[in-house]
């Protein structure tokens, strides 16, 4: 019988190679490169996916994260080396969390709050789950990034527009 942990290790690494090669193409001259003036810079989104594994170690052995309590600072990102390098820790961090938890231990309730505002309560195997979804999400937007700077995209889950193989 496959395990709850099993089956996130399988996505999560699953997931981790294909944002791998999502970030590898984040061109170190377009950090600051926007699509909108509403949307984060180029540097900014790619730093956040590089980070997000870190939310399944966190969820692990935390019960919440209240904002109120843990100003968010993001780390600094100045090449594609250490965007890579920062993507590979924070999926390291997870791979080994992960590895050394068991099922119960994903069943207690976590919260995301900011002080008294209670954004979501959820069971820490489902937020782990909507972590998987966020970085899935903000890859998607990284696509969108990379395909309005003439950048060819690789495929998700099969060939992309861009993969010889398609035509």
Known sequence: ??????????????EAKTT??????????KHNWKPHEKSMALIQL??????????????????ELDFSKNAYKPTIIN???????HFNKSLDSAQTELAKTN?????????????????????KAEVIR????QIVHHRAQLG????????????SYGPSADDASFH
Request: glycine fraction near 4%; include cysteine.
């Open 20 to 29: 791998q090669k999502m970030l590898a193409l984040v061109p170190d001259d």
């Open 46 to 63: 790619a730093s956040h996916i590089a980070e997000l594994p870190g939310w399944v170690p966190m969820t692990i052995t935390t019960s």
């Open 79 to 85: 090449s594609n080396a250490e965007l890579l390098e």
């Open 103 to 123: 099922d119960e231990q994903l069943l207690p309730n976590w919260t995301l709050r900011d002080g008294d505002t209670i954004f979501s309560v959820s069971t």
């Open 130 to 133: 909507m972590t998987y979804c």
């Open 144 to 155: 969108v990034y990379l395909r309005l700077l003439n950048i060819p995209i690789p495929g």
């Open 1 to 14: 019988m496959t395990t709850m942990i099993q089956m996130l290790l399988k996505e999560l690494n699953q």
